[in-house]
Structures are given as C-alpha cells and as structure tokens.
C-alpha cells in the first residue's frame, strides 16, 4: 500500500485505492506489517478492532525480502510439480 494519501476529493482513485485495500485487509485471515511494533504502536493499536490478528515483523531488508520471494518460488514449484 502507498504510505500517505492526501487529498479532500472523495472519488479521488487512491481514496477508492485504500478503500479497497482495507476492505480487502478486513477480509483476510491476518495481516503482516513490514514495521515495528515499537515505533508504530499507536497506529497498529487502532488497526487491532478493524482488522484480523496483526503480526508485526520488523523491517525487512531487501535482502531477507528477496530470499523469502525465492524460497516462496521453490515451494512452489515443488507443488506443482507432481
């Protein structure tokens, strides 16, 4: 998701962006934010009643997010393979 938004158009395409994006967030089984917990816990205190369980994981460095993105391709391939 795009981090800030501004604007005082409501039909605006990134309002209906994030609108959509949370309604699709509340849907889902969890949420994984990329940040911790420490230093976003006001924001992720008032997310908690809106969304299913949050788990914060801490900054990911685009080397750990680039090894998850190969390890996640790998199982894949292995599912689909037989």
């Given amino acids: 998701m795009v ?5 005082t158009v409501t039909g ?3 309002v209906l962006f994030y609108v ?6 509340a ?5 994984v934010l990329n940040k911790f917990r420490d230093m976003e ?3 992720v205190d008032a ?4 969304l299913p369980p949050i788990y914060n994981v801490g900054l990911l460095t685009r080397a750990q997010r680039v090894a998850f993105a190969g ?5 894949a ?6």
């Fill in 3 to 7: 981090a800030r938004c501004h604007t």
């Fill in 77 to 82: 391939a292995r599912s689909s393979c037989c």
């Fill in 47 to 50: 997310l908690k009643p809106l």
């Fill in 20 to 25: 959509h994006q949370m309604r699709t967030s």
């Fill in 27 to 31: 849907a889902s089984r969890a949420v």
């Fill in 41 to 43: 816990k006001d924001v």
């Fill in 12 to 14: 605006e395409w990134l």
């Fill in 71 to 75: 390890a996640r391709s790998r199982a």
